[in-house]
């Protein structure tokens, strides 16, 4: 009964982080083809929400990594699940907060092998699998976006760079709700598997799945869902600030972009990398702005996203740590997640009030 | 170390992500090119040739769109 009061702590957890993780990205998938009008904010997001959620359904592989290769499902409990997913949120939410790019994936992965660490030391990470198919994609993979886009813009402006520019821009502003939609299925492909391989690891440590077990259809639908109602819900928040953040580019380079962003992330997820989506979308968009004029790019940013990649995996890593010894204080039972939960929550309407209160006070 | 970095799979990764992204973008622009060229040539009444552009468009756009469809079940499907 204890285990599955956990359980559902766990998968309930579980939904909000990929409910966040939809949230947070919904820019990354759908503002190059905002920025170039391609389609209308509305119409954009409305697309990216409906095929992150088919995106959910056509692959299982990253969730299999995720269940399977990163930490040993042997020495892992429902309890150091939750400490994880903790870790994953507070340090999203951290970051949000600061205004730092971060990766939820690297985050959730992060905070799920401290806590496991945490709770039964360094043999419980699967060192091939956290540094062969998370650590090092993780590394390559933005890499490769950016130098695809790159090719790709300098390939189109070879194309049609003498074309009078009216077609060439209607042109490339429909071929980018064609890449734009294949960008945000790859999107739902990649980061909805994750969410889908954590709750099949507490599925596992409950006893409720046998090892190497595949997700249930009731995790990939809910997974599904909960990214792609925050994706929508995510949208509408960035319609406002759309305007003033992204790198202004014109359609060619939104389509080579997220062409490249699209592809990468895709091969990716036949391989079952489960890889930093941001990272990837925004290496494409860097790629494809270098391309036309390495100036274009804005460099601080490029750095302030490798600062948040090196920080992510350890600081997620060290709070899932804390929330599994916080867990653990008051016994092996569902007292500590319960607890933890509430305190959770207690933080954050705490400082969600206050940023309010903040908000609402006249700039003068 | 070669077992650990997945050398074979993290390849085939790159090399697929390459040819899909560079890709699909070579294949599109060409048929931007095709229907801008279309406009033009027969601006300038010269239905051969801008016939020719416009089928050339065509079929890169086709070529374009099976790709992606192609790419999404082969990268997806194991």
């Known amino acids: ?364 | 170390m070669a077992i650990i970095v997945q050398t074979k799979e993290l390849a085939q990764t790159i090399v697929a992500s390459v040819v899909a992204g560079v890709g699909v973008t070579l294949v599109f622009s060409i048929a931007i090119w095709g229907a801008a060229r279309f406009v033009d040539l027969n601006r300038s009444q010269r239905p051969v040739a801008a016939g020719a552009a416009a089928a050339l468009g065509a079929v890169a756009l086709a070529v374009t769109l099976a790709t992606g469809v192609v790419g999404i079940v082969v990268m997806t499907s194991k």
């Open chain 1, 1 to 364: 009964m204890s285990s599955d009061l956990v359980l559902v702590i766990v998968v309930g957890t579980a939904l909000a982080f990929d409910f966040t993780n939809g949230f947070h990205d919904t820019a990354n998938v759908v503002a190059t083809t905002i920025s170039t009008r391609a389609a209308r904010p509305q119409v954009a997001i409305g697309i990216a929400s409906l095929l992150n959620f088919l995106g959910a359904f056509i692959s299982i592989s990253v969730a299999a990594t995720v269940a399977n290769d990163v930490v040993n499902a042997d020495v892992i409990t429902p309890t150091i699940v939750f400490a994880g997913l903790i870790g994953a949120i507070a340090w999203n939410l951290i970051t949000w907060w600061l205004g730092l790019p971060s990766s939820s994936s690297h985050a959730l992965i992060g905070g799920v092998v401290g806590s496991a660490v945490a709770a039964a030391g360094i043999d419980a990470v699967l060192a091939e699998g956290l540094v062969g198919k998370v650590l090092i994609p993780a590394v390559v993979a933005p890499v490769v976006a950016f130098l695809v886009a790159g090719l790709s813009i300098g390939i189109v402006y070879r194309i049609v760079g003498r074309q009078r520019p009216g077609p060439v821009t209607r042109g490339f502003r429909y071929g980018q709700v064609i890449s734009g939609g294949l960008l945000a299925l790859a999107h739902g492909t990649n980061d909805a598997q994750k969410t889908m391989g954590v709750i099949t690891l507490a599925l596992i440590a409950n006893g409720t799945l046998g090892p190497n077990s595949d997700p249930p259809l009731w995790v990939i639908v809910s997974a599904a869902t909960a990214i792609a109602l925050g994706t929508y819900s995510g949208g509408w928040r960035i319609i406002r600030t759309t305007g003033t953040r992204i790198i202004k580019m014109d359609s060619a380079q939104g389509f080579s972009a997220q062409g490249a962003g699209a592809a990468v992330i895709l091969a990716s997820t036949h391989f079952g990398f489960p890889l930093s989506t941001t990272h990837v979308i925004n290496g494409g968009v860097m790629g494809a702005g270098a391309g036309k004029r390495v100036s274009a790019v804005r460099w601080g940013v490029a750095g302030n996203i490798m600062v948040a990649w090196l920080l992510t995996l350890p600081a997620a890593a060290a709070i899932g740590a804390a929330a599994y010894g916080l867990s653990t204080v008051v016994g092996s039972g569902a007292l500590g997640p319960v607890l933890v939960s509430l305190l959770f929550i207690s933080v954050l309407v705490v400082a969600f009030t206050r940023r309010e209160q903040g908000a609402s006070v006249p700039a003068g």
